[in-house]
């Protein structure tokens, strides 16, 4: 048969640890990679805008090749 004993639950304190006193020594690898994450996806943007033809580009290209030279 089973058994008819009662447990009560939170009879037994629990060590409870102090919380970190010094949360940036805990913080400090993930902003470390954040702050060099947002660098590098930044710098990628740059470079792909600046690579980027602009319109006017083209129309200068195109009219220095469209001059007839009649002789």
């Given at each position: ?66 001059k007839i030279i009649k002789i």
């Amino acid at each position: 048969m089973a058994s008819r004993e009662i447990k009560k639950i939170g009879q037994h304190k629990a060590d409870v640890q102090a919380p970190h006193n010094n949360a940036w020594e805990v913080m400090k690898p993930f902003v470390h990679f954040g702050v060099k994450a947002t660098g590098l996806i930044a710098s990628t943007l740059i470079t792909i805008v600046k690579n980027i033809p602009k319109p006017d580009d083209r129309k200068k290209t195109t009219e220095k090749g469209n001059k007839i030279i009649k002789i």
